[in-house]
């Protein structure tokens, strides 16, 4: 387990969220204030920062809001500042802060993509500077990317947010691989999400005629939210893959790319709508927090709860796999000498 020098398992530790006012965000921040931990809390949102503050509190945390756009470095790196001041020595970030268009792209905007890129890509750069600014010299701490499937798979209707998790995906791997060239203390890891019952289905800006829906298989931000807590307690791992759905994904991918995007051609626009149509006017948060002053608390959950499984058995085999893989071998061996038992012959044959 990551822990800073001296300190025990049950120690509270200074974490820091961004995007922490709804969905996948907003559940990480409730886990790890569940087991006591110090959180700063980051989003645009006033009504959803203020919400999440007093569920971080009861849950057994310390909850620090703070308000910042991602897409401004100067705002992110007051934010970290202002948490080490109040809360203490920072011991794990997680990237989460996010927005998109649900659009095909040619209908998408320079500065609309050049939006999503700035908050979902550049903002993980800018929270992880911040972060290390303050890590490395210490030679401690944890980042977490809370990145997708869809870094490595892209589909239609959302190339802007695809683009940037592929972005991602490429900058921490140098990044990774930086630090251990320094043979540093200080980690960085991926989770890789699958589909999942978040607001971001009610706020994102959307140019489809009918409402969008995640893909099925789907999770609900909980899962997600263990996986982050667990990979920053372990971050040497280089990633970790949440929900079958995801692992099927990649493997597919990685062995017949150009099938899956025949598939994804036929499939990916009517599984990612609803049949509902979308309202006209209807607004979303790109520019913009939803749940600003006096504004709507989305909260963690989106509309899909019915549908949505509150538990993944592959997340749990991705965090033990070491323990699984021993475990395969064991039963290898007892079934090579099963097998040798069986076959071979009974009688002993006399030495010369």
Known sequence: MFLRPGRTSHSPRVVVV????????????????A????????????TGLAAVAAEVRHAGGTALPL????????????????AERELGPI?????????????????????????V??????????????????????GHGAVVQVGSALAYRGIPL??????????????????????????????????????????QFEWSSNRMPRRPQPVPPIYQPEVAARAVVHAADHPRRREYWVGASTVGTLLANAVAPGLLDRYL???GYASQMTDEPEPPGAPGNLWRPLDGGGGRDFGA????????????????ASRHHDALALTGLAATAAAVAAARHRFLPRHRIPRR
């Open 158 to 199: 959302q190339s802007a947010y695809c683009g940037a998790k592929h972005a991602i995906q490429g900058w921490n791997e140098a990044l990774r691989c930086e630090l251990l060239h320094r043979r540093s203390g200080v980690s960085v890891t991926m989770v890789q999400l699958p589909a999942l019952n978040t607001p």
């Open 67 to 82: 308000e910042a756009d991602v897409a401004d470095p100067r705002a992110v790196e007051e934010a970290a500042a202002r």
């Open 18 to 33: 961004t995007g922490a006012s709804g969905g996948v965000g907003r559940a990480t921040a409730r886990a790890f204030a």
């Open 35 to 46: 087991r006591g931990d110090r959180v700063a809390l980051v989003a645009r949102g006033r």
């Open 91 to 115: 011991d794990i970030w997680v990237n989460d802060a996010f927005t998109t268009v649900f659009a095909e792209f040619t209908d998408i905007e320079p500065d609309e993509f050049r939006r």
């Open 301 to 316: 959950h989106g509309r899909f709860g019915e549908r949505a499984a509150p538990r993944a058995p592959q997340a749990w």
């Open 117 to 138: 890129t700035e908050v979902c890509y550049l903002g993980y750069v800018y929270g992880t500077q911040a972060a290390l600014r303050r890590m490395l010299p210490r």
């Open 265 to 267: 051609a036929r499939t």
